[in-house]
């Protein structure tokens, strides 16, 4: 039975996450949360692999003879996703309103982990239990979730080339500013470059790849762009950040035109359908990576996650390393505000759980072999969007200044 598939792959994948969970946390809250989303991945993709047979045996949900391979699998993905978003999802209502380490539920947030494992387990198992029509609506809303996920990625994105600049800036020695030019110069040279190769491998000579050519040119088109308004003596802007987004629009683009489906003319990456089990799993491990990634950076960021308690500056929080549990260890009796919310740092988690279905679902509407991962023209068009959105929000951070002067950006 698929839901006892999905309860060894859990209880093992619970087990071990509750091992490896006791001895980090005393370090650092954040990587344990991050190797729980990350157990959530692993058995997502075990039971995407292997849990279509089983699931077919349930009558809850084998309720129509149309239903494919891809179907079942899907249902795997969303229920595990499912159970997973529940979790962080609660933990973020729970979290409103900490703001200091005397509130107890500052300590719900870094220990229980014991409870915490169980808890995530019972979520996992039940969404098997769940009807059709309630997964179906949350994969719906997860399209959603899985952008705002993306939005929030390239709001960091943002944030940090702005403070790399100002980092440098500050030191206010020749040899910085020269480091700012060479990246600068750098980043562009490669912007050009790389989208010089992108017509190679996208724009298959004897085809019409309109479309793709369209793809590519924009983000060519809007790192000339950002360099003219950045460079603009009314805007006092500064090349680096203009280079850094012109390369990150260079690679969404990328991205996206390589989850074109294998059959279309104009993937030049992809004449066969044949996808070896090693490529299989460079993309999985990519995919885990890039959203565990975001998560704990996200989740890590001042910028957002710094409730009004704490100081935005002044605070540098080091990914490995929890404020809160180096502030308990000193023994001060005074109450300490959090250096960043607990209640955001879930909801980043819980949207992460979304945007980790699509991917692994191919967006809930993937043509492509259910054997191939982030693959359709709903993954096309969500990266590229992406990068136009990107795109939008880097000169609205330039001229902003200019539209609404009274009003403070940082």
Known sequence: MACCLASCCASATCGLCSSVASGITRKSAR?????????????????????????????????????????????????????NFLFFAIYALIMIGVKDQNDRRDSWHHGGWGLKMIAWFLLVVLMFFVPNVIV???????????????????????????????????????????????????????????????????NPSGQDCGLNVFFIVVPMILAFVFAIIALHPAVNGSLLPASVISVYCAYVCYTGLSSEPHDYVCNGLNKSKAVNASTLILGMLTTVLSVLYSALRAGSSTTFLSPPSSPRSG??????????????????????????????FHIIFALASMYAAMLLSGWTDSSESATLIDVGWTSVWVKICTGWVTAVLYIWTLIAPLILPDREFY
């Open 31 to 83: 990587i344990a949360y991050c190797g729980l989303f990350g157990a959530s991945l692993v058995v997502s993709w075990i039971l995407r692999e292997t849990g279509a047979p089983l699931l077919e045996k349930l009558p809850w949900i084998n309720t129509s003879d149309s239903y494919s391979k891809e179907w079942y699998q899907q249902q795997a993905v969303l229920r595990v996703s499912f159970g």
């Open 136 to 202: 179906s609506i949350y994969g719906t809303l997860s399209k959603f979730g899985a952008g705002a996920f993306l939005l929030v990625q390239v709001v960091l994105l943002l944030d940090a080339t702005h403070n790399w600049n100002d980092s440098w800036v500050e030191k206010d020695e020749k040899k910085w500013y020269i480091a700012l030019l060479v990246i600068s110069i750098v980043c562009y040279i490669a912007t050009y470059a790389f989208s010089g190769i992108l017509f190679i491998w996208f």
């Open 315 to 344: 605070v540098k929080d080091s990914l490995l390393e929890d404020p809160e549990d180096g502030k308990k260890k000193s023994g001060e009796a005074e109450a300490r505000p959090v250096s960043y919310s607990y209640s955001f």
